[in-house]
């Protein structure tokens, strides 16, 4: 079982550079991830949650604050981190067996352990029996479990998913959330999920971090202290879920919900 | 495709994202005809609709070889040409020219194909020797192959070198530019995971660069090798005394229509075959690509 990792954000500031003009992306971000802990964020598009994830993988630099995995600073890309991203980005001239392999390739393990090690994780994302399959052959759903696997496969101490489901249809990102779930009990692993989908991030977080945009920063946690496997039919399932909506919906202006009665509103010509 | 089939039969996972193609007993002979009609459809098509024009241009030439629309001496019958390649194709002259063609542009090829693809990929890898010799490059690529013939006349003479030279050039361009191209255009999606799994600097060129930049690069090589016949040909009417194109030239001296005609043939089919070889290549290479574009 993969050593789950502690992460901690804190102060986190980004900004690019617009035409000469800072644009800041995050602001005063802090967050602190126990290890074995699943976390979701939500927000609308253009909060920054993607940049926050790069930031954590390492593909973007630049930033002020920290962000630390088990106390020490993180630097660049590396393999204690693994990540799923929202396209499953499989290698089309690698087959399924191969793909999965890529996640290895600098691990510095034997070819043995290697190979048995990508067979686990290709049975454990439920795809036994596919590992000569090319990508081509396979259906969204799949692919994004091969993608899980290679994330996987070299045990990394924190796996991150941007979005992974968001390409799927209803019924397959239904049942892929299922298996996420099933899959980070069994590896035991810390999970940070960024997605739109608000019953995706209630239904898996254990906690469920609100984003608001314009510059990103953390509008609100919320707790979700369900039992898993949560029902998303439950009344308690629902107030959550509800209650993490209301984040989104702005109290709309009083005059909207009671318009002026102006001279003329009401009239109008007859052609 | 078959052992794929094979792997999903033993299969118990009916999960809702996982697509198993699930048979429903043994389909019947009707069904199973129509199905492999279903397949063989489109391939036939495409070689039953390859057919008409070709033929009707035959036609025409024999209708007007036979009325002599045009004077005989100008355009042969089409069974002159025949006998007259059956003749050529005896005496052996048609196969030491082909032959001597052949090994021309085998060699030009080589050399041409090899030095673009070197310097495609210096140019993709490098921004700053891209910046040092890609506008120089355009403007040579530019020239047409045969518009550096007369000053490669005076420097290397008439002999092999001059072929060799020409050919290499043609295949060069193309191959240079598609393989600038294709490694220019890798998607970056498959450049960050590669940082993300730390590929070092040789792992992400031989493992992603290349398997990504393949398809375009092959297409190149495919250009190439056709511009490398169609140059020779070229160099040969102009400035040669043995050789496909030279055979050419001399039916027209002769005023030998039908030797021209029959060496022409040949040099098309050559070429056809040349590219023919090379597109069966790519779809063994490729094989991942399948339905993919």
Same mark, same amino acid.
Request: charged letters at 20%.
């Given at each position: 079982?993969?050593?789950?990792?502690?992460?901690?954000?804190?102060?986190?500031?980004?900004?690019?550079?617009?035409?000469?003009?800072?644009?800041?992306?995050?602001?005063?971000?802090?967050?602190?991830?126990?290890?074995?802990?699943?976390?979701?964020?939500?927000?609308?598009?253009?909060?920054?949650?993607?940049?926050?994830?790069?930031?954590?993988?390492?593909?973007?630099?630049?930033?002020?604050?920290?962000?630390?995995?088990?106390?020490?600073?993180?630097?660049?890309?590396?393999?204690?981190?693994?990540?799923?991203?929202?396209?499953?980005?499989?290698?089309?001239?690698?087959?399924?067996?191969?793909?999965?392999?890529?996640?290895?390739?600098? *691990?510095?393990?034997?070819?043995?352990?290697?190979?048995?090690?990508?067979?686990?994780?290709?049975?454990?994302?439920?795809?036994?029996?596919?590992?000569?399959?090319?990508?081509?052959?396979?259906?969204?759903?799949?692919?994004?479990?091969?993608?899980?696997?290679?994330?996987?496969?070299?045990?990394?101490?924190?796996?991150?998913?941007?979005?992974?489901?968001?390409?799927?249809?209803?019924?397959?990102?239904?049942?892929?959330?299922?298996?996420?779930?099933?899959?980070?009990?069994?590896?035991?692993?810390?999970?940070?999920?960024?997605?739109?989908?608000?019953?995706?991030?209630?239904?898996?977080?254990?906690?469920?971090?609100?984003?608001?945009?314009?510059?990103?920063?953390?509008?609100?946690?919320?707790?979700?202290?369900?039992?898993?496997?949560?029902?998303?039919?439950?009344?308690?399932?629902?107030?959550?879920?509800?209650?993490?909506?209301?984040?989104?919906?702005? *109290?709309?202006?009083?005059?909207?919900?009671?318009?002026?009665?102006?001279?003329?509103?009401?009239?109008?010509?007859?052609? | 495709?078959?052992?794929?089939?094979?792997?999903?039969?033993?299969?118990?996972?009916?999960?809702?994202?996982?697509?198993?193609?699930?048979?429903?007993?043994?389909?019947?002979?009707?069904?199973?005809?129509?199905?492999?009609?279903?397949?063989?459809?489109?391939?036939?098509?495409?070689?039953?609709?390859?057919?008409?024009?070709?033929?009707?241009?035959?036609?025409?030439?024999?209708?007007?070889?036979?009325?002599?629309?045009?004077?005989?001496?100008?355009?042969?019958?089409?069974?002159?040409?025949?006998?007259?390649?059956?003749?050529?194709?005896?005496?052996?002259?048609?196969?030491?020219?082909?032959?001597?063609?052949?090994?021309?542009?085998?060699?030009?090829?080589?050399?041409?194909?090899?030095?673009?693809?070197?310097?495609?990929?210096?140019?993709?890898?490098?921004?700053?020797?891209?910046?040092?010799?890609?506008?120089?490059?355009?403007?040579?690529?530019?020239?047409?192959?045969?518009?550096?013939?007369?000053?490669?006349?005076?420097?290397?003479?008439?002999?092999?070198?001059?072929?060799?030279?020409?050919?290499?050039?043609?295949?060069?361009?193309?191959?240079?530019?598609?393989?600038?191209?294709?490694?220019?255009?890798?998607?970056?999606?498959?450049?960050?995971?590669?940082?993300?799994?730390?590929?070092?600097?040789?792992?992400?060129?031989?493992?992603?660069?290349?398997?990504?930049?393949?398809?375009?690069?092959?297409?190149?090589?495919?250009?190439?090798?056709?511009?490398?016949?169609?140059?020779?040909?070229?160099?040969?009417?102009?400035?040669?005394?043995?050789?496909?194109?030279?055979?050419?030239?001399?039916?027209?001296?002769?005023?030998?229509?039908?030797?021209?005609?029959?060496?022409?043939?040949?040099?098309?089919?050559?070429?056809?075959?040349?590219?023919?070889?090379?597109?069966?290549?790519?779809?063994?290479?490729?094989?991942?690509?399948?339905?993919?574009?």
């Amino acid at each position: 079982m993969a050593h789950a990792g502690t992460l901690e954000i804190k102060d986190l500031n980004k900004q690019y550079t617009v035409k000469g003009e800072p644009l800041p992306v995050l602001e005063n971000i802090s967050l602190s991830i126990k290890p074995g802990e699943f976390v979701s964020i939500v927000g609308s598009s253009g909060c920054g949650k993607s940049t926050l994830l790069r930031l954590v993988i390492g593909l973007e630099e630049d930033y002020q604050g920290e962000i630390l995995l088990d106390g020490k600073r993180i630097v660049g890309t590396s393999l204690d981190r693994g990540i799923v991203f929202q396209e499953h980005r499989l290698f089309p001239w690698l087959n399924v067996e191969q793909n999965v392999s890529v996640g290895l390739l600098n *691990a510095g393990l034997s070819d043995a352990a290697k190979k048995k090690s990508v067979q686990e994780h290709i049975e454990l994302v439920g795809l036994k029996g596919f590992e000569t399959a090319y990508p081509y052959q396979l259906s969204g759903g799949m692919s994004q479990r091969v993608a899980i696997a290679r994330a996987l496969v070299n045990r990394p101490e924190v796996l991150l998913l941007d979005e992974p489901f968001g390409a799927l249809d209803a019924l397959t990102r239904a049942h892929l959330q299922q298996e996420l779930q099933r899959i980070w009990e069994a590896e035991g692993i810390t999970a940070i999920l960024v997605t739109h989908d608000v019953e995706e991030a209630v239904y898996l977080g254990d906690r469920v971090v609100v984003m608001q945009p314009r510059p990103g920063r953390i509008k609100r946690i919320v707790d979700v202290p369900l039992a898993r496997s949560r029902d998303r039919g439950s009344y308690a399932f629902s107030q959550i879920k509800d209650d993490v909506l209301s984040e989104f919906s702005d *109290a709309p202006r009083e005059e909207l919900i009671n318009p002026q009665e102006t001279l003329g509103a009401n009239w109008q010509f007859a052609w | 495709m078959s052992s794929f089939n094979s792997a999903t039969a033993s299969l118990s996972l009916q999960d809702a994202d996982v697509a198993v193609p699930r048979s429903t007993g043994q389909p019947t002979l009707a069904a199973r005809l129509l199905g492999a009609w279903q397949a063989a459809w489109p391939t036939l098509r495409r070689f039953l609709l390859a057919w008409p024009f070709p033929l009707a241009i035959f036609a025409l030439w024999s209708a007007a070889a036979h009325f002599e629309w045009v004077a005989p001496q100008v355009l042969p019958s089409p069974e002159t040409v025949f006998n007259t390649f059956g003749d050529l194709f005896n005496s052996g002259e048609l196969r030491t020219n082909g032959v001597i063609s052949f090994n021309r542009v085998v060699s030009g090829f080589a050399i041409g194909a090899s030095s673009g693809l070197l310097l495609g990929v210096l140019m993709g890898l490098s921004p700053t020797f891209k910046d040092y010799v890609y506008p120089i490059f355009r403007a040579f690529a530019q020239v047409p192959s045969l518009g550096w013939l007369p000053l490669l006349m005076m420097l290397v003479g008439i002999d092999e070198a001059l072929k060799i030279i020409l050919v290499a050039k043609a295949a060069l361009v193309p191959v240079a530019l598609n393989t600038l191209k294709g490694i220019e255009g890798v998607p970056t999606r498959y450049i960050e995971v590669a940082k993300v799994y730390g590929f070092n600097q040789w792992q992400l060129l031989v493992r992603v660069v290349f398997p990504a930049a393949f398809p375009m690069i092959w297409n190149g090589v495919r250009y190439g090798l056709t511009h490398s016949w169609l140059a020779l040909v070229a160099v040969e009417l102009l400035a040669s005394s043995e050789g496909l194109g030279f055979l050419i030239v001399y039916g027209r001296q002769l005023y030998q229509m039908d030797v021209v005609m029959a060496a022409v043939v040949v040099v098309g089919a050559v070429g056809f075959v040349l590219d023919k070889v090379l597109a069966t290549i790519e779809t063994r290479l490729l094989r991942w690509r399948h339905d993919a574009f």
